[in-house]
């Protein structure tokens, strides 16, 4: 993980089975997840959360990647 200076900390921790809550603290206004399923090439889309903290997302899938962006 990279982190941006002055960004909040994004942070992912097991919720029931088969899901995860992403969430960031502080937690900052501007700032929106983005989720990818590739990082090669990356097509980064704002998660249909969007600017909620945190978000519980389905874990079951092979891979995702996630990230905060404030535009």
Known sequence: MVQTPGAP???ITQAAPGSATIGWTPPTPGFALQSTDSLSPTNWV?????????VTVPATLPAGFYRLFKP
């Open 9 to 11: 900390t994004l942070y």
């Open 46 to 54: 704002n998660a249909p959360s969007g600017t909620n903290n945190p």
